[in-house]
């Protein structure tokens, strides 16, 4: 079963990763930014049966990454904005990568809703190409992904505090058994 994911950061791209994993029996692969299909890395990616990332349907209709979501079951995964824009904020205040701290920065001496309210608007750090898109940008960008795949499906974060709605989710999109998708799961 060959099986692609996408999703904003911080959407619970891991989580859904470790699921799927879970029932195919394979690592995924994380797609990396302006990766070469002609590279020994995307000639692997491309063998293995889960490959994913933060993909918006732009950049998996480019070349260089439309040969990874051909003839794959496509799986968005998304979340609350709020939510996403709350777990960005710690993510970047905690991460140690230079762009992270550059953000991190940008929102240093304001109050926390201001902080969210900064993050939902986007940022853009002007002498670097760091920044992060405005969430409702990000959102539609990915659920957009649905339209261009016959075989796909939008997942919520939240659904997977259901177990009930995400195993049948699972069960249905993926067509294996309930049991099976709920040990996936669990």
């Known amino acids: 079963m060959k099986i692609a994911l996408t999703s904003i950061p911080k959407s619970g791209t891991h989580l859904l ?3 799927i994993e879970n029932i195919v029996g394979d690592y995924s692969v994380t797609l990396r930014k302006n990766l070469d299909p002609q590279s020994r890395y995307a000639r692997k990616a491309i063998r293995r049966q889960v490959v994913g ?3 918006r349907i732009s950049a998996i209709m480019s070349p260089n990454y439309f040969p ?7 799986i968005a995964l998304i979340r609350d904005p709020r939510d996403i824009c709350n777990s960005m904020i710690h993510y970047i205040e905690k991460s140690h990568r230079i762009e992270h701290k550059m953000l991190s920065m940008a929102l240093n001496g304001l109050e926390y809703d201001e902080k969210i309210c900064r993050i939902a608007d986007g ?3 002007s002498e670097t190409n760091t920044r992060i ?3 409702d ?3 539609r960008g990915f659920i957009e ?3 261009h795949f016959t075989d796909s499906i939008i997942i919520r974060y939240e659904d997977f505090f259901e177990a009930d709605i995400i195993t049948q989710k699972i069960s249905n999109f993926l067509e294996i058994s309930p ?3 709920h040990d996936a799961v669990m």
């Not at 990874?68 to 496509?74: E, L, S, W």
Request: hydrophobic share 45%; aromatic share 8%; with cysteine.
């Open 123 to 125: 940022i853009n750090i």
């Open 17 to 19: 990763a470790t699921v």
């Open 137 to 139: 940008v990000s959102c």
């Open 53 to 55: 990332g933060h993909l």
């Open 133 to 135: 898109p405005p969430i």
């Open 179 to 181: 049991d099976s998708a």
């Open 145 to 147: 992904v649905v339209d």
């Open 68 to 74: 990874f979501f051909q003839d794959r079951k496509v």
